[in-house]
């Protein structure tokens, strides 16, 4: 099974800042990994497909990037909605998540 | 627009079954992987279940081969899953997803809002 270990566990930043969220894999998954958006009592919102790309209706501040074992999701200033836990997951077979970031208002 | 309502949660004591069900509408079912995930309460996501669009392949997270058997019937547009042997460890809320393409290893596109699944004596 394929480990996602995500990174930091919490980040604590202020409306307007950049934040930058890590996710390193235990082997290669290619650019078969995704970003997840998910709010209290939500469920979770794909955010970035396939390490880069933007989902329907997400805005150009969201950004992804990396291939193989290394991936960043980068908000590049933060909104006020956009306070939430981040999950990365990998859909190489079979499919894992990372444990979650959490973005907290600083 | 895409809805995906899962049924089928509850209590279920330990050693138990379950059957968990999705409806969906909105789209095209048949085109498209289905799949099952699951959190814990307070916890992080844990992929369950896929099953492609044609029902012809099947995908099975770790915790739980074995145990699970998924389904679909693309005239009903829904899709199941149907755990036995249930631990305490089972429980946490089930998401119905709609993957994008027809392949289970598809991305995790489109999520149900839950269905509470309580193993407990």
Same mark, same amino acid.
């Given at each position: 099974e /394929?480990?996602?270990?995500?990174?930091?566990? #919490?980040?604590s930043?202020s409306?307007?800042d950049?934040?930058?969220?890590?996710?390193?894999?235990?082997?290669?998954?290619?650019?078969?990994?995704?970003?997840?958006?998910q709010?209290?009592?939500?469920?979770?919102r794909?955010? /970035?497909?396939?390490?880069?790309?933007r989902?329907?209706? /997400?805005?150009?501040r %969201?950004s992804?990037?990396?291939?193989?074992?290394?991936? #960043?999701?980068? /908000?590049?200033?933060?909104?006020?909605?956009?306070?939430?836990?981040?999950?990365?997951h990998q859909?190489?077979?079979?499919?894992? %998540?990372?444990q979650? #970031?959490?973005?907290?208002?600083k | @627009?895409?809805q995906?309502v899962e049924?089928? &949660?509850?209590l279920?004591? *330990?050693?138990?079954?379950?059957?968990?069900?999705?409806?969906?509408?909105?789209?095209?079912?048949?085109?498209?992987?289905?799949h099952?995930?699951?959190?814990? *309460?307070?916890?992080?996501?844990?992929?369950?279940?896929? +099953?492609?669009?044609n029902?012809?392949?099947?995908?099975y &997270? @770790?915790?739980?081969?074995?145990?699970?058997?998924?389904?679909?019937?693309?005239?009903?547009n $829904?899709? $199941?899953i149907? +755990? +036995?042997?249930?631990?305490?460890? @089972?429980?946490?809320?089930?998401?119905c997803?709609?993957?994008?393409?027809?392949?289970?290893?598809?991305?995790?596109?489109?999520w149900?809002?839950?269905?509470?699944?309580?193993?407990?004596?």
């Amino acid at each position: 099974e /394929i480990v996602l270990t995500q990174s930091p566990a #919490t980040l604590s930043l202020s409306p307007g800042d950049r934040a930058t969220l890590s996710c390193r894999a235990s082997q290669s998954v290619g650019d078969y990994l995704a970003w997840f958006q998910q709010k209290p009592g939500q469920a979770p919102r794909l955010v /970035i497909y396939d390490a880069s790309h933007r989902a329907t209706g /997400i805005p150009a501040r %969201f950004s992804g990037s990396g291939s193989g074992t290394d991936f #960043t999701l980068t /908000i590049s200033s933060l909104e006020p909605e956009d306070f939430a836990v981040y999950f990365c997951h990998q859909r190489k077979n079979p499919g894992t %998540f990372g444990q979650g #970031t959490r973005l907290e208002i600083k | @627009d895409v809805q995906l309502v899962e049924s089928g &949660g509850g209590l279920v004591q *330990p050693g138990g079954s379950l059957k968990l069900s999705c409806s969906a509408s909105g789209f095209t079912f048949r085109s498209y992987a289905m799949h099952w995930v699951r959190q814990a *309460p307070g916890k992080g996501l844990e992929y369950v279940s896929g +099953i492609s669009g044609n029902a012809a392949s099947t995908n099975y &997270g @770790d915790s739980v081969r074995g145990r699970v058997t998924i389904s679909r019937d693309n005239s009903k547009n $829904s899709v $199941s899953i149907f +755990i +036995i042997r249930l631990r305490s460890d @089972d429980t946490g809320l089930y998401y119905c997803v709609r993957g994008d393409s027809g392949t289970y290893y598809g991305n995790l596109q489109q999520w149900g809002q839950g269905t509470l699944v309580s193993v407990s004596s």
